[in-house]
């Protein structure tokens, strides 16, 4: 009995191991580690979950996103550039997404228009067709820390976003940030404007010399970050060996606020620059390829030179937007007119109509 008793007091006078001034220490320790975590995931991913939440459904298939701050293009340039998609992917994964997620580039061959014309006062517009099978498509407007605003358009499926992709939940709206590296036109806040259209004429350009690298979408951004004329433009495409995005020949049509308006084509590996009122899906370098590449001067580019010449290149924007409707695959083929916008190069607002439907328009305004 008394062994027991004295069992009895030793059970009822332990100790418990961590006592409530240990616990508080554990739960601070916690605290502290989440607060560290969630402090380290902001630094690492602060622009891009800010870019991430302020992706919106304009319609079905039709998205807008706006990144604020550095993606990492001046170190991109840094390094030198990339020479293929495989490159630039292994990049945007490391950079805005810390080997965290999955990116694919994917494309094929779409035939595209631009045209440039000016208002009554001297407005300078540039209006473009994107045409292609594809349907989901975003408008990125940036603000870089050491570049200009712009904004800019994407076709996901070139990023693997292909139909069944929803911006439902966050981890879908994160795959959206890549857009940023994908343009394929697009205007800056110095009204400098320019599109990608391809040619497809069977080659690919491929420049290798000692010049840092650059591929068909990242020139794009390279062209809205960094030029404030067309001038500028040809001279930072001077400085960087071009290689083709997807394995497929592609030319730069680009505009700027003082009218002139150009075409960069590479033609056997050598960029030759000529100056036009439009642009479609061939060769307009004079000489013996002039007239090369997707159906030639189609009926497309027809239909772009005779609006032009029925306004005598002086249009409001609607009598643009209605010139592009007109060139538009609506008419043309069995594509699709992905989507057509119309730049302002003075007011730097965008207008955008989506898949042929010319009633509905989405308007953009660079200075807000």
């Given at each position: 009995m008394e062994f027991?008793?004295l069992?009895?007091?030793?059970?009822?006078?332990?100790?418990?191991i961590?006592?409530?001034r240990?616990?508080?220490?554990?739960?601070?320790?916690?605290?502290?580690?989440?607060?560290?975590?969630?402090?380290?995931?902001t630094?690492?991913f602060?622009?891009?979950?800010?870019a991430a939440?302020?992706?919106?459904?304009?319609?079905?298939?039709f998205?807008?996103?706006?990144?604020?701050?550095?993606?990492?293009?001046?170190?991109f340039?840094k390094?030198g550039?990339?020479?293929?998609d495989?490159?630039?992917?292994?990049?945007?994964?490391?950079?805005?997404?810390?080997?965290?997620?999955?990116?694919?580039?994917?494309g094929?061959r779409?035939g595209?228009?631009?045209?440039?014309?000016?208002?009554?006062?001297?407005?300078?517009?540039?209006g473009?067709?994107?045409?292609y099978y594809?349907?989901?498509?975003?408008v990125?407007?940036t603000?870089?820390k050491?570049?200009?605003?712009?904004i800019?358009?994407?076709?996901?499926?070139?990023?693997?976003?292909?139909?069944d992709w929803?911006?439902d939940?966050?981890?879908?709206?994160?795959?959206?940030?890549?857009?940023v590296y994908?343009?394929?036109?697009g205007m800056?806040?110095?009204?400098v404007?320019?599109?990608?259209l391809?040619?497809?004429?069977?080659t690919?350009?491929?420049?290798?010399?000692?010049?840092?690298?650059?591929?068909?979408?990242?020139?794009?951004r390279?062209?809205?970050?960094?030029?404030?004329?067309?001038?500028?433009?040809i001279?930072?495409?001077?400085?960087?060996?071009?290689?083709?995005?997807?394995?497929?020949?592609?030319?730069?049509?680009?505009?700027?606020?003082?009218?002139?308006?150009?075409?960069?084509?590479y033609?056997?590996?050598?960029?030759?620059?000529?100056?036009?009122?439009?642009?479609?899906?061939?060769y307009?370098?004079?000489?013996?390829?002039?007239?090369?590449?997707?159906?030639?001067?189609?009926?497309?580019?027809?239909k772009?030179?005779?609006?032009?010449?029925?306004?005598e290149?002086?249009?409001?924007?609607?009598?643009?937007?209605?010139?592009?409707?007109?060139?538009s695959?609506?008419?043309?083929?069995?594509?699709?007119?992905?989507?057509?916008?119309?730049?302002n190069?003075?007011e730097?607002?965008?207008?955008?109509?989506?898949?042929?439907?010319?009633?509905?328009k989405?308007?953009?305004?660079?200075?807000?």
């Amino acid at each position: 009995m008394e062994f027991r008793y004295l069992e009895e007091e030793c059970v009822e006078e332990r100790k418990p191991i961590i006592g409530k001034r240990g616990k508080r220490i554990i739960l601070l320790a916690v605290l502290v580690l989440l607060v560290v975590g969630v402090i380290k995931l902001t630094f690492m991913f602060g622009p891009q979950v800010v870019a991430a939440s302020s992706v919106k459904t304009l319609e079905e298939d039709f998205y807008s996103m706006e990144y604020k701050g550095d993606y990492g293009f001046d170190e991109f340039l840094k390094r030198g550039g990339v020479k293929n998609d495989d490159e630039l992917i292994a990049y945007i994964v490391e950079r805005l997404y810390h080997n965290m997620y999955e990116v694919e580039v994917n494309g094929g061959r779409y035939g595209c228009s631009t045209l440039r014309a000016t208002m009554s006062d001297g407005t300078v517009l540039f209006g473009r067709n994107f045409d292609y099978y594809s349907k989901k498509s975003m408008v990125v407007t940036t603000a870089p820390k050491n570049g200009y605003n712009s904004i800019s358009t994407c076709n996901l499926e070139f990023l693997g976003m292909r139909g069944d992709w929803e911006p439902d939940s966050f981890l879908n709206k994160m795959m959206a940030v890549a857009t940023v590296y994908a343009p394929v036109d697009g205007m800056n806040e110095k009204g400098v404007c320019v599109a990608v259209l391809s040619v497809s004429d069977g080659t690919s350009t491929d420049q290798n010399t000692d010049k840092p690298d650059i591929t068909t979408t990242s020139a794009v951004r390279l062209i809205l970050d960094k030029a404030a004329s067309v001038d500028e433009a040809i001279e930072l495409l001077k400085q960087y060996d071009m290689h083709s995005s997807i394995g497929s020949q592609f030319k730069f049509a680009i505009t700027d606020s003082t009218g002139k308006s150009v075409s960069v084509e590479y033609i056997k590996n050598v960029m030759n620059v000529v100056d036009v009122d439009a642009c479609s899906n061939f060769y307009q370098t004079p000489g013996e390829h002039y007239g090369i590449g997707l159906d030639g001067p189609c009926p497309r580019y027809a239909k772009l030179i005779e609006g032009y010449e029925k306004f005598e290149g002086k249009m409001t924007e609607d009598e643009m937007m209605n010139t592009m409707a007109s060139a538009s695959q609506k008419y043309f083929y069995h594509n699709n007119t992905q989507w057509t916008a119309v730049f302002n190069t003075k007011e730097l607002t965008a207008t955008y109509c989506y898949f042929e439907d010319f009633e509905e328009k989405y308007y953009f305004d660079l200075k807000d």
